[in-house]
């Protein structure tokens, strides 16, 4: 028997193939993923600027609300991920800023690079969380209060929505698993 050689760095850079092989979405599951994605935005600055009930906005949520209409069965897209990964990644650029009191290329890297991380050995991985972690050194937040609200509060929403709304289609399900 041969043994194949570990391909070398630059070799690896070309990639496994060159198409993917996945197939086009059939043009229901495009129409019900994009309306899946208007409707939670659209509902939470509803929430947030029209009734000014409560902050539930913030732009990572866009990402996220791909991931729960697009992809409802991916790793990424469960509630333990959406809800572990952005409180996880908000909690850690919050404790950056305190610290330093600075927004600095290196606190935005290390607020990210903690938070990935943290979501990995928790197995909370969100990637739209990563940039979770960058808002409170940008905004220079400190207050921990911006974890319920809008962080964990518009988690609730779209996890609430994302339940309501896949569910409804016979051929999803939502969520794939909790824990």
Same mark, same amino acid.
């Given at each position: @028997?041969?043994?194949?050689?570990?391909?070398?760095?630059?070799?690896?850079? =070309? !990639? %496994? =193939?060159?198409?993917? !092989?996945?197939?086009? /979405?059939?043009?229901?599951? +495009?129409?019900?993923? !994009?309306?899946?994605?208007? #409707?939670? $935005?659209?509902?939470?600055?509803?929430?947030?600027?029209?009734?000014?009930?409560?902050?539930?906005? $913030?732009?990572?949520?866009?990402?996220?609300?791909?991931? +729960?209409?697009?992809? /409802?069965? *991916? /790793?990424?897209?469960?509630?333990?991920?959406?809800? %572990? %990964?952005?409180?996880?990644?908000?909690?850690?650029? $919050?404790?950056?800023? &305190?610290?330093?009191?600075? &927004?600095?290329?290196?606190?935005?890297?290390?607020?990210?690079? $903690?938070?990935? @991380?943290? @979501?990995?050995?928790? =197995?909370? +991985?969100?990637?739209?969380?990563?940039?979770?972690?960058?808002? /409170?050194?940008?905004?220079? &937040? &400190?207050?921990?209060?911006?974890?319920?609200?809008?962080?964990? +509060?518009?988690?609730?929403? #779209?996890?609430?929505? %994302?339940?309501?709304?896949?569910? #409804?289609?016979? =051929?999803?399900?939502?969520? *794939?698993?909790?824990?």
């Amino acid at each position: @028997m041969s043994e194949q050689a570990t391909p070398s760095y630059l070799e690896r850079l =070309k !990639g %496994g =193939k060159l198409r993917s !092989g996945l197939p086009y /979405p059939h043009w229901q599951d +495009v129409l019900i993923a !994009g309306v899946g994605g208007l #409707i939670i $935005i659209a509902l939470l600055q509803l929430v947030q600027t029209e009734w000014d009930l409560t902050q539930c906005f $913030i732009v990572p949520f866009g990402a996220t609300a791909v991931l +729960v209409f697009a992809a /409802p069965a *991916a /790793p990424f897209s469960q509630p333990r991920n959406i809800i %572990g %990964g952005h409180l996880l990644s908000a909690l850690t650029g $919050i404790v950056v800023y &305190t610290l330093f009191e600075e &927004t600095a290329w290196w606190t935005l890297g290390l607020a990210n690079g $903690i938070a990935i @991380m943290l @979501m990995v050995a928790t =197995k909370t +991985v969100h990637p739209p969380a990563g940039a979770t972690s960058l808002l /409170p050194v940008i905004g220079c &937040t &400190t207050e921990l209060d911006w974890l319920l609200s809008p962080v964990l +509060v518009g988690c609730l929403i #779209i996890l609430v929505v %994302g339940i309501l709304y896949n569910n #409804i289609w016979a =051929k999803r399900r939502y969520p *794939a698993f909790w824990f």
